[in-house]
Every structure is written in C-alpha cells, then in structure tokens.
C-alpha cells in the first residue's frame, strides 16, 4: 500500500529485456538506502518488487502483462520515475491509499500554465472515469493528485509548484502517456452497489457525482 506523496525523483539506469518481460535498473537515492530484497515500491505508479540492490541502484522483475497494461515498457535510461516506498504502520498518510494496481492508462492532452498553479488535462478510457468523481482523489503516475474535472474520458487535475518540482509531472508535455489508477475506496463503493441488486446504471453514476 502507497499514499501517493512521492518520495524520490528517481532515473532509468537500464532497461534489460528477461524471458519474462524486461528487468529494470533504478537510481533510486535515498529509498535504496531503506529498501531491501523483497520490498515493494512504487515506480510510476506500479508496485514492483525489488529483486536486485546494488548501492544505489535497485531492480525490478517487469512482467508480460505489467508491460501490456502501464506505460513502463516504454522507458528508456535515464528517463526519470516518481518512487515511493511502501506504507508504514507509523506513516503518515498524506495522499490517499494507493495500491500500485494500474487501471489503465491515458495521455495528457492540455497543460496550462497559471500564476501559482499548472492545470492538466487527461485523456483516458470512459470506463476509468466513470469510476472519477468531482473532488475525489486519482493517482497519476503514482502522484496523488484532486480532481477538478471529469467528464466522459476526460479529466482535471490542478498541479502547485512543489508536486511539478519533485515529480515527473513537472516535464510532462502534450502527448506524454501516464498510468492511472482510480481510487479504491470509490471501487469498492461501485462493486458493492453493483452487486445489491439492479447494478450501477448510468442515472445512477450521474446522480451521485461518477459520470
């Protein structure tokens, strides 16, 4: 379990291809100094295991299916990667909980610059957005971010300086591709009015703010 408050703007070290997807290499910095063989940690927004540590460097088993579902087949070294490290009991949860499991993905097709603010818009499945609502929390590349808009396929997010600082939301341009990940409290409210008879219908999904 993550938060979504990134910890470190790590980099691709390298990017080599396994008989079961590719085994990527990060310069991690100070979360290889508290990572250990086994732990988990976020890489843009996907939980990956840590396989390998070599000083600062840590490596990540990619699997098949990973590849096909988030944007982590198309790094290249020295590309840069939001990391966190996994929840503590002792933590403090300044995001919102983030399991690392990406719904999918999008791309960014607005970015505006403000005094004091920087707005993204994104582009995405209508499924993941049905599963948005205004004000609620979605993860973006890992990033723990409020939405300020959502509408079918579409949605907002509103970026201070410090967040485009300390992530690599800071360099995303036009184009650029992102994971997303939908927040679980929200899927789990969906899954069960779903379940207790009628399903979620689309006036549903409108009226309580989903669509």
Request: proline share 3%; glycine share 14%.
């Amino acid at each position: 379990m993550f938060t979504g408050i990134i910890r470190h703007l790590g980099h691709v070290g390298s990017v080599r291809t396994s008989s079961r997807g590719i085994v990527l290499s990060v310069r991690a910095g100070p979360v290889a100094e508290d990572a250990n063989i086994g732990d988990s940690v976020c890489v843009s927004g996907v939980c990956l295991t840590v396989k390998e540590k070599t000083g600062g460097l840590l490596g990540f088993d990619v699997s098949g299916e990973t590849l096909s579902l988030t944007t982590l087949g198309h790094l290249a070294q020295d590309a840069p990667v939001n990391l966190e490290p996994s929840l503590r009991p002792s933590d403090r949860m300044g995001g919102h909980f983030v399991t690392g499991h990406v719904d999918g993905t999008g791309s960014l097709t607005r970015r505006t610059e403000r005094p004091g603010e920087t707005r993204l818009t994104f582009r995405t499945d209508e499924v993941l957005t049905r599963m948005m609502v205004l004000k609620g929390s979605v993860a973006v590349d890992g990033v723990s971010l409020t939405l300020t808009d959502v509408s079918e396929g579409n949605f907002g997010v509103v970026l201070v300086p410090h967040t485009l600082s300390v992530t690599t939301l800071g360099s995303m341009v036009p184009g650029d591709r992102v994971n997303i990940e939908t927040d679980l409290i929200g899927k789990w409210v969906l899954k069960a009015l779903g379940s207790s008879g009628g399903g979620v219908t689309e006036d549903f999904l409108r009226e309580h703010g989903f669509a």
